[in-house]
């Protein structure tokens, strides 16, 4: 069992920060890479960042020069700092994570609950 644990949502003004994190846990063997989607209300599910355990990194144009990814690979735990926010960047932002486990070899894509940003005056 893997299990993605986010956090650092909530609500924040135009032009203000927010850091989310997630946590991977369980039984884990490999984490490959792990990254950030969101889902704005009424829309389909965007990729907005990834990075992977060497460190190479791609983001979305949309959020390049404000959102900085990172991953402490000790912690298998990504973080997605967001300054400069929009109130287009309000979204259920998603954690997403590839990796191997214990039990079977096979590359495998987890997701995270969900946390929500809100960016509004």
């Known amino acids: 069992q893997v299990q993605l644990v986010e956090s650092g949502g909530g609500l924040v003004q135009p032009g203000g920060s927010l850091r989310l994190s997630c946590a991977a846990s369980?039984?884990?063997?490999?984490?490959?890479?792990m990254g950030w989607y969101r889902q704005a209300p009424g829309k389909e599910r965007d990729w907005v960042a990834t990075?992977?355990?060497?460190?190479?990194?791609n983001y979305a144009d949309s959020v390049k020069g404000r959102f900085t990814i990172s991953l402490d690979n000790g912690k298998n735990t990504v973080y997605l700092q967001m300054n400069s926010l929009k109130p287009e960047d309000r979204a259920v932002y998603y954690c997403n994570a590839q990796l191997i486990t214990l039990s079977s070899p096979l590359l495998t894509n987890y997701w995270g609950q969900g946390t929500q940003v809100t960016v509004s005056s």
């Open positions: 990075i992977t355990n060497a460190g190479y990194t």
């Open positions: 369980g039984s884990i063997f490999r984490v490959n890479g």
